[in-house]
Structures are given as C-alpha cells and as structure tokens.
C-alpha cells in the first residue's frame, strides 16, 4: 500500500539554526498539507499546496518558515531560524482531490527538537 | 473559521466495555467529519468518517452518529480492546475550494485489562 514518505524522522537542532523537512505525498495526490503537532494537541495546518500553487498559508508563520512544492509532487518545509517554540512533531498529509475523496493520508512524521 | 472542541480529553475504560468521545463544531457548513486514532509515536489514522448526508456509520466495533442541527458528531467504540488504547482525533473540513481540516484536541483512550 502507497505511503506518505518524510524525512527525516527526527531531528535537534540549536536555535537559529535552519532545519528543512520533505515530503513525498503519494502518487497522483495533487494536494499535499503540511501540519504542526504540538505535544497533546491535534494537529494545526501550517499550509496547503494544490499542485505547486498554495492554496492556504494563513497559519504559516512567514517571518521565519517556508514551503515549497516546485513540481507539484514532493514538498519542501522550512524553517530559518528555528526556535525553542518550533519542537513538535511536523507532519506532511496528502489527498488525492477526487470527486468524493477527502481522506487526508498522513506520513510518520518529523519530530523536531530545538535546544 | 471552523472551530471543533473534543471531549473528553482523557477516557480510562475497562476492557470490554464501551466508549464515547463527543466533538462538537461551529461552522454549519461542515460536511465532512473523520476520526482519526494515533498510537504513540505513530501516525494519525483514519478510522472511520461521516458526511453530512448521512446520520450514522458503522464499521464493525466502531459507529459514528451526526446531529447537523445540534452540530455535534461522537464516535462510539464498543467491546473495547488493549489495542483500542491510543489518542483519537475528530475533525471537521467544509469540502469546497481551499478546504481546511480542523482537528479536535485529542482524547487519550486508555483500555484497563
């Protein structure tokens, strides 16, 4: 069974540094979500590609993330420079944007600690 | 924007026996409602989902039931297991343009022996 791929799986890293995630969506998705999930929370959308075009970044914070999905296949999370605030675990979904599909498939996840 | 508040946070349930958890959202637009279950460590999972059209569904051990009037969807676990034990989300999304899923706050399930 297709699967959602990231790497990498975990990552520390020192504040002000920049760290980057990517995603492989599953094949044919066309849309692609990046969230961030904070210890006992549910997941937040940080952004949403259609293709290579973002759809919605509203709770991107811009000052210091990025996201890219130049072919419209795999994607792109960055983060410069990170800070303490930034650990959690960074999850990238997909969906193949069908006439009646809305399952999101999720992938394992980057876990992000910022020191 | 979509707001989904989850209930209860944490649910501690004999094995055997049965569990709700109760989401309720505020945008009337919704129409479309998954859980999600996610072990420790691991990745969200859908388990079940519901649309708008539909008042109830049911998977086996599983059942979700949605009042559009009261805004308010539950997902029932019945004869749980050990292996039932982890965090579940609901969520809400209006499918149209640029949709947006919003997740509940989690509920940790734990499935006493």
């Known amino acids: 069974e297709a699967e959602v791929a990231q790497s990498p799986r975990y990552k520390i890293t020192e504040k002000s540094q920049a760290v980057a995630f990517w995603c492989d969506p599953i094949s044919g998705h066309a849309t692609l979500y990046w969230y961030r999930q904070i210890l006992g929370q549910g997941p937040e959308l940080l952004v949403q590609f259609q293709d290579e075009s973002v759809v919605d970044d509203s709770q991107l914070p811009k000052d210091r993330f990025s996201a890219e999905r130049l072919k419209g296949v795999d994607s792109t999370l960055k983060i410069q420079p990170a800070e303490l605030g930034d650990s959690a675990m960074y999850l990238c979904?997909?969906?193949?944007?069908?006439?009646?599909?809305?399952?999101?498939?999720f992938g394992p996840g980057t876990r992000l600690t910022v020191t | 924007g979509e707001n989904v508040e989850q209930h209860p946070s944490t649910l501690s349930v004999q094995e055997g026996d049965s569990a709700v958890i109760k989401c309720t959202y505020s945008?009337?637009?919704?129409?479309?409602f998954p859980w999600y279950k996610q072990e420790l460590g691991k990745r969200p999972q859908l388990i079940i989902d519901?649309?708008?059209?539909?008042g109830e569904k049911k998977d086996q051990r599983i059942a979700v039931t949605l009042n559009k009037t009261a805004k308010h969807f539950s997902l029932h676990i019945t004869e749980t297991q050990p292996e039932d034990s982890a965090v579940y989300f609901c969520a809400a999304i209006y499918t149209g343009t640029a949709s947006k899923l919003t997740f509940g706050t989690g509920t940790r399930l734990q499935v006493t022996l």
């Open positions: 519901i649309r708008s059209n539909v």
């Open positions: 945008d009337s637009a919704s129409n479309y």
């Open positions: 979904a997909s969906t193949l944007s069908g006439a009646g599909d809305y399952e999101q498939y």
